[in-house]
């Protein structure tokens, strides 16, 4: 089971799961992505206010059991954020959203350098300070280096130091404002995104961009699956908490509880549900795999048998991308422009 | 089009104002009555590609000449005289960039060439202090320079003869992508050495001396630096005399054969997926945006350097030159003929002249960014424009790339409008 689906704390409000389950002839694709990625969007908000709770009761009163509850709290938020992640358009667009929550990937390791500049300056970490300083300093990773960067765990700059709490209290509070924002502003771009045929393609888009991504980037390039076939666990994200793998599980829990409902639709209406019935069977599948993994990464990268279950989620993952490019996107005659990852 | 410069025509072609011929035409037509054809678009494609890389190879063979006659004679006129035969070679090299995505053949071959960013630790000597490398790179530190053997990942190394194969060989050793030992970003390194001013004014300071054999050597081992130097630039040159092969008119088995042969439905695909690529992912993504938003000096592109906005505005060049059909060579003379202009104008008149006003506004946005580096003044860099709170730097590199953004829509349209029906590269296989 996903870790999503255990969550319960943000349950969609009964009216509108309600309103889903019964309008469903006249609920359109794009209604049923704008409610459902809506609903992502809320659980991140939501998660990310526990968090900012939980660091400043931790660093008002810090004891071992507020530790470990903000340690899970900086988790579900950032499960919870996987989870939305693929939605590459309308207000995550905005201000560079997306970075802001989570810069990555971090070839030189900026996040560890800004955050080290952050307790180093001589002047006042605020609210200021961190919305000027950039987008490494500004969403979960900076958190996770807080939290589990080794170097960062020993000394006197150790949580709950009171310049390093303040900039941890700092920084989720930012967090929790982003998300706030991009949950309402979704609300507001409701309209406009029901309204505007394109969508349909480019959410569609979305979904590969975000299945090509995971394919590649997060799995691919830590596996060293490329030439010269180096593994190296830092390529993938979330490496200092341990989460590479449980990141990925919750983006295909995601995939599949914000995306798939609204393409299945798309896919009936159009009168192809056999395509509708291998997407939900290949995303049950890939889902299985991934929860079959332990959530690090480093472990199974330095066994034989640990490297064959990433190969076989590498698979998985790589069938459900072709499930979406290579059959249901040319059914639906979708094709898709340009995106930010073609380059290198 | 075919011919060859003899090497002391360099000096002059690179000094020679680059708008001299570059007023005849706008409209990126070939002035032939004839309509044009996808067949005739394509043909000029590759006479375009050929002499950007031919002029690419004449300007690394005068940075090659520049690099030994530096290396001979260290002084601060000589390295003065490499870094600027090094600034030349980039207009060209910067302008082929545009063939790089689509063409798996260019997109193979250009990490040896102008890999970026790299770890400079791998080479020669870093301030430690101020040195960010790739996590898990083993060989972020090990300096060949100084070292007679290497061992990364439990691999040694026998360094002690610094050749050009060696050195290609060594690239991506250990399996990090920031282990670059030649190529461009390589030799702007050992010509100007770590930039240690962060956002602030001012480039890399590598003293003339590191090249002074015996006494006067600084920082040590510099006969090896030379050997190094001189083995690089050797490189550059063999490589791109390779690539120029591959688009030489007048063979039957190179890529310029492979490409006409095809049907050239596919190879506009490739020439406009090239376009869009290049211009949004690459360009105004990863070089631009990245650096920007994160603040980051480490993502500048040409970062020992300061070149970063003539990178930007020749890989711009680029673009506008595949879709107008039309190239200024670095001597002033024009290569131009059938276009995807003139094939889009024949469906889409109206599409046609947006979208040459949108290559347009980016080649004014990217001049800006230009003017503002190079200002007598006042300069500033692009490491300064991306420093926090830099409100008029973000607002200049902002324009540029919403210049490039709104540019890579109305490619795609153009798509369309050709009959392309997708932009995924081809070359599926190719990923990984």
């Not at chain 1, 991504?213 to 699956?225: E, N, S, T, Y």
């Not at chain 2, 600084?218 to 005399?241: K, M, N």
């Not at chain 2, 406009?272 to 992912?281: A, C, I, R, T």
Request: with cysteine; charged share 20%; proline share 4%.
């Amino acid at each position: 089971m996903s870790s999503l689906a255990r969550s319960v704390r943000y349950l969609i409000p009964f009216a509108v799961s309600l309103a889903t389950a019964t309008v469903s002839a006249a609920t359109s694709p794009r209604q049923q992505w704008h409610t459902d990625i809506g609903q992502g969007y809320q659980q991140l908000a939501g998660s990310a206010h526990d968090l900012e709770q939980a660091a400043n009761s931790y660093c008002n009163t810090p004891s071992d059991n507020g530790r470990r509850q903000l340690e899970s709290a900086w988790r579900a938020a950032f499960l919870n954020w996987q989870a939305a992640r693929f939605v590459d358009f309308g207000p995550i667009e905005q201000d560079s959203r997306a970075w802001q929550l989570q810069f990555w990937p971090d070839h030189k390791n900026l996040v560890a350098r800004k955050v080290r500049y952050a307790l180093k300056r001589d002047k006042a970490v605020d609210a200021d300070f961190v919305s000027q300083a950039g987008v490494a300093l500004q969403g979960f990773p900076a958190i996770e280096y807080l939290l589990y960067d080794a170097d960062m765990q020993s000394g006197e700059r150790a949580l709950p130091a009171e310049r390093t709490c303040r900039l941890l209290q700092t920084v989720s509070h930012h967090l929790a404002n982003t998300t706030d924002a991009l949950a309402s502003d979704w609300q507001a771009f409701g309209d406009y995104y029901r309204s505007m045929d394109e969508y349909t393609g480019k959410t569609v888009a979305a979904a590969i961009n975000g299945l090509e991504i995971l394919q590649d980037k997060r799995l691919a390039a830590p596996m060293g699956v490329r030439p010269p076939h180096k593994r190296n666990k830092y390529l993938g994200d979330a490496w200092r908490s341990e989460t590479s793998v449980a990141a990925m599980r919750a983006s295909i829990a995601g995939f599949q509880q914000y995306l798939v409902p609204g393409l299945t639709r798309l896919l009936n209406e159009a009168g192809k549900p056999e395509l509708a019935g291998k997407l939900v069977e290949q995303t049950d599948s890939t889902l299985a795999k991934a929860d079959s993994l332990p959530d690090a990464m480093a472990p199974n990268l330095e066994t034989d048998e640990g490297y064959r279950q990433l190969q076989s989620l590498f698979i998985e993952v790589i069938q459900l991308e072709q499930v979406v490019e290579d059959r249901i996107a040319p059914a639906l005659g979708i094709t898709r422009g340009f995106n930010a990852s073609d380059g290198d | 089009m075919g011919a060859r410069f003899p090497i002391q025509a360099l000096t002059v072609a690179i000094t020679a104002p680059i708008a001299l011929a570059a007023c005849s035409s706008l409209q990126g037509t070939s002035g032939s009555a004839e309509p044009a054809t996808p067949a005739g678009a394509v043909e000029n494609y590759t006479d375009i590609a050929h002499a950007t890389y031919q002029d690419a190879l004449i300007s690394a063979r005068a940075l090659d000449e520049a690099t030994d006659a530096f290396i001979a004679h260290p002084g601060e006129q000589t390295l003065a005289a490499a870094r600027q035969a090094w600034l030349a070679s980039r207009v060209p090299y910067q302008q082929s960039e545009v063939f790089r995505f689509g063409n798996a053949i260019v997109d193979d071959w250009e990490g040896q060439l102008n890999a970026w960013p790299l770890d400079e630790g791998l080479i020669d000597y870093v301030d430690t202090s101020d040195y960010q490398h790739e996590l898990g790179n083993a060989g972020a530190t090990v300096n060949i320079i100084a070292s007679q053997s290497i061992t990364i990942g439990g691999e040694t190394i026998d360094v002690s003869s610094l050749t050009s194969g060696l050195l290609a060989d060594l690239n991506e050793i250990g399996g990090s992508e920031a282990n670059v030992a030649t190529g461009y970003h390589a030799i702007e390194f050992l010509l100007w050495g770590q930039d240690l001013h962060g956002f602030d004014a001012g480039n890399g300071e590598r003293p003339y001396t590191d090249y002074v054999q015996g006494e006067g050597c600084s920082h040590g081992h510099c006969d090896r630096r030379a050997a190094y130097l001189d083995a690089i630039t050797d490189l550059l040159v063999s490589d791109l005399e390779w690539m120029t092969a591959q688009w030489a008119p007048g063979s039957s088995d190179n890529y310029r054969a492979e490409l006409l042969a095809m049907e050239p439905s596919a190879a506009i695909q490739k020439m406009l997926f090239g376009m869009g690529s290049l211009s949004l992912g690459e360009l105004a993504g990863e070089r631009m945006k990245v650096a920007l938003e994160a603040n980051s000096y480490e993502d500048e592109h040409d970062c020992f350097s300061d070149n970063t906005h003539n990178s930007h505005y020749y890989d711009a060049k680029g673009i506008q030159n595949v879709y107008l059909g039309r190239y200024t060579r670095i001597d002033g003379r024009t290569v131009s003929g059938p276009s995807l202009s003139d094939l889009v104008a024949q469906q889409d008149p109206a599409l046609d002249s947006q979208l040459r006003n949108e290559l347009a506004a980016t080649m004014d946005a990217v001049q800006t960014l230009k003017d503002a580096a190079e200002n007598q003044d006042h300069p500033m860099p692009f490491d300064m424009m991306i420093a926090p709170g830099n409100a008029r730097g973000a607002e200049l590199v902002s324009t540029a790339i919403t210049a490039l953004v709104t540019q890579t829509g109305e490619i795609e349209k153009a798509s369309e409008t050709l009959g392309i029906q997708s932009m995924k590269p081809d070359d599926a296989g190719h990923t990984f």
